[in-house]
């Protein structure tokens, strides 16, 4: 069964710094893994899709890259602001057309 | 293009009853999966539909159940509800044949069970 990791739990930063989320998964026959935030209360909200074919995917100031081989995925944000505080999940489809979700890691930008 | 819409928004309910849920994907998406969000346990996967079809199903027991119309709207029911199906049930749509992604999800139902 797939199990997937996001470390670190919980991260606080100062507004402007750069971060990285990190995603690891233990089954490397992935379809594609996605990026989602959740604001309290709150569905989740798309942020990046990366094919398993794929290494990266950029968007604004967020970049995603992907190594299957290894089994992990980070999440890149640029320049961070307040705005960006939310829980943070990382997904896995594997082929058999399942999502496997990480627990989340929650981001607090301090302005 | 309107989002996924799930219906309620909030939900009490005694043990013992039974509950539906519903959500509507987005207009041209055939694939609906269904997850119970808890503090506890994260996100974990209940089924998925495809076109009326149960096409993927997650490890809870028979209580939980749903089904899908031909318009692509499902509902998922919860049957002898138990204190601990308390939770964030959320409702995703895809427009993809052979795979589900990418999601897009709906605010949820927030059900408690006292």
């Known amino acids: 069964k797939q199990e997937v990791t996001q470390i670190p739990a919980a991260l606080s930063v100062p507004e402007g710094e750069n971060l990285v989320l990190n995603c690891s998964f233990t089954?490397?026959?992935?379809?594609?893994l996605q990026w989602f935030r959740q604001d309290p209360g709150k569905g989740l909200t798309s942020l990046l899709l990366i094919q398993s074919s794929q290494r990266e995917q950029t968007s604004g100031r967020l970049n995603a890259s992907l190594d299957k081989s290894s089994g992990r995925s980070t999440l890149y944000i640029a320049a961070s602001q307040p705005g960006d505080s939310a829980t943070y999940l990382c997904?896995?489809?594997?082929?058999?057309?399942?999502?496997?979700f990480g627990t989340g890691t929650s981001l607090t930008v301090i302005p | 293009k309107a989002g996924v819409t799930q219906t309620p928004r909030y939900l009490i309910k005694t043990r013992g009853q039974q509950v539906t849920l519903s959500c509507s994907p987005i207009?041209?998406?055939?694939?609906v999966s269904w997850y119970q969000q808890t503090p506890g346990q994260g996100l974990q996967f209940l089924f998925e539909y495809f076109s009326e079809t149960q096409r993927n199903k997650g490890n809870f027991p028979g209580r939980f159940s749903g089904r899908q119309f031909s318009n692509s709207r499902s509902e998922m029911n919860v049957s002898t509800l138990e204190l601990g199906d308390s939770a964030l049930y959320l409702c995703?749509?895809?427009?993809?044949?052979?795979?589900?992604?990418?999601?897009?999800f709906g605010n949820g139902t927030r059900l408690t069970v006292t």
């Open positions: 997904a896995v489809q594997n082929t058999g057309n399942q999502f496997y």
């Open positions: 089954d490397s026959a992935i379809y594609n």
């Open positions: 995703a749509s895809s427009s993809r044949d052979r795979s589900q992604g990418p999601l897009h």
């Open positions: 207009s041209g998406h055939r694939s």
